[in-house]
């Protein structure tokens, strides 16, 4: 396995990220707005190559809260990531699982998980002396979590992780 692109599909925009797991290091990354993904991807798919594709998914946690449009709307957005990137038998991955591969807790907060990323791959840096993780920002850090995850646990092999 090499290249795993990773997408954390948000309400409208979304961030992704092309992992290089041999080398461990960013190839590409963005934040787009949903209705411009698909046009990043038919680019993405042509620039370079792409070995695995992990989408996080939405689940039920257990909370018992109600969920309001914006995750139904999510929801239909990965189907059509999917669908769209069906070629790479796409993973859906439930945020939970991350959580506790990192953290050892399903429950940890994204800044625990960014901290476990930034011990492991070192600090951002700045542009005059740029880290691996430089640049990365917002809906990315959710898209390294999954792509490191998918390298992790998967070696290679594309499976549903719900």
Known sequence: MSNVLAIDPGQEK?????????????????????????????????????????IEMVGH?????????????????????????????????????IRLHFCHHRNAKPANVNQVLRDRFGEKGTKKCPGKLFGIKDHTWSALALAVYFADTRGGYNKQDN
């Open 14 to 54: 979304s961030g992704w990220i092309l992992w290089d797991s041999e080398n461990e290091k960013i190839v590409m990354m963005g934040i787009d707005p949903n209705e411009d993904l698909f046009a990043r991807l038919d680019e993405l798919s042509n620039l370079s190559s792409i070995d695995n594709v992990a």
């Open 61 to 97: 946690y257990g909370t018992g809260m109600a969920v309001g449009n914006s995750v139904f709307e999510t929801c239909v957005f990965i189907g059509e990531l999917k669908n769209t990137l069906k070629m790479y038998k796409p993973s859906l991955i439930l945020r939970p699982n």
